[in-house]
């Protein structure tokens, strides 16, 4: 019989916690693919999924998630509202990471999504493989810099 050893992290390294995305796109297609592109066991999951406004907030109410990937244009509703709505439901020490991800990357969209509280703006066609790096390295501008004591 094997003993299963399981090594504590050494000086320098520290345990990080899995990312919990909540995914808010009504491409079933796309949500699929993105899924697949997201999922690292250990590091991040795609922990929910909306494909409205209303399903998404429901999904903000009823849990708490690191990251949200949200698509403007939704099956009814749209991304902008569920932003604003994400801000004001999570206190601001633990603010979730906010990336948009459109085919409508216009300055104007842009600008729009920034305003209402997103911290990256992709576009689907050009920027998708910058997600997995943004969704498991950014931060939340929106949360404050922890000072030490």
């Not at 299963?4 to 079933?28: C, F, N």
């Not at 999924?49 to 939704?74: F, G, H, K, N, P």
């Not at 979730?96 to 409508?104: E, G, K, Q, R, S």
Request: aromatic share 6%; hydrophobic share 45%.
């Amino acid at each position: 019989m094997s003993t299963v050893e399981v090594q504590s992290p050494g000086p320098g390294e520290s345990v990080v916690a899995e990312r919990r995305i909540l995914l808010i796109e009504d491409s079933a297609v796309l949500t699929r693919r993105l899924i697949d592109l997201l999922s690292e066991p250990g590091r991040i999951e795609v922990a929910a999924q909306a494909a409205t406004q209303s399903e998404a907030v429901s999904r903000l109410q009823q849990d708490a998630y690191d990251v949200l990937v949200v698509d403007i244009e939704l099956a009814e509703g749209n991304g902008v509202a569920v932003i604003r709505a994400a801000r004001q439901m999570y206190p601001p020490d633990s603010q979730p990471l906010i990336v948009v991800l459109t085919n409508y990357a216009s300055d104007f969209v842009r600008d729009h999504c920034f305003a209402a509280g997103a911290d990256y703006f992709l576009d689907k066609m050009r920027d998708i493989a910058l997600l997995k790096a943004v969704v498991v390295d950014g931060h939340s501008k929106w949360t404050p810099p922890h000072q030490s004591h």
